[in-house]
């Protein structure tokens, strides 16, 4: 997943349903590095006052020989059609939060394992990093 801060732009045609080209100007396209390959979590809305936003879409898109590619209706959104005109932007969606929450769980969970001992892992272990050091004969090497 990649991230832009201040991204926003507007279709420059129809996004029918369905549709996985991008149809935003250029130069908007190109402020997300499509030759750098990655992706990116979009919303597309009709107004940028949520107050009077009727509906969205969460998008995420992937480039493929520099062009932009769409997967419709994520986190639970649907695949609509929107207008010219309907506002795109790149903003952190809740579904991309959770998963940050959970992949930050895992990490902890496993840092408190190495901070313990590492389970298996004796207490006196030689370290490379984050690798123990075995001999020949996969024993830990020990001080």
Do not use: C, K
Not at 36 to 54: A, F, H, M, V
């Amino acid at each position: 997943m990649r991230y832009i801060n201040n991204w926003l732009t507007q279709l420059t045609g129809q996004l029918l349903a369905g549709a996985a080209a991008l149809p935003v100007h250029a130069d908007a396209l190109a402020r997300l590095g499509p030759a750098g390959g990655g992706e990116y979590l979009l919303t597309i809305t009709s107004s940028l006052d949520p107050l009077q936003q009727g509906a969205y879409e969460i998008v995420r898109v992937t480039f493929a020989s520099g062009a932009a590619v769409l997967q419709r209706g994520r986190e639970g959104t649907t695949d609509q059609s929107w207008p010219a005109g309907a506002f795109i932007y790149a903003s952190v969606t809740a579904g991309h939060l959770a998963g940050m929450t959970a992949a930050l769980a895992d990490l902890t969970s496993r840092v408190a394992a190495l901070e313990g001992g590492g389970g298996n892992l004796p207490d006196n272990a030689l370290m490379f990093g984050a690798d123990a050091l075995l001999d020949e004969q996969g024993r830990y090497l020990t001080t």
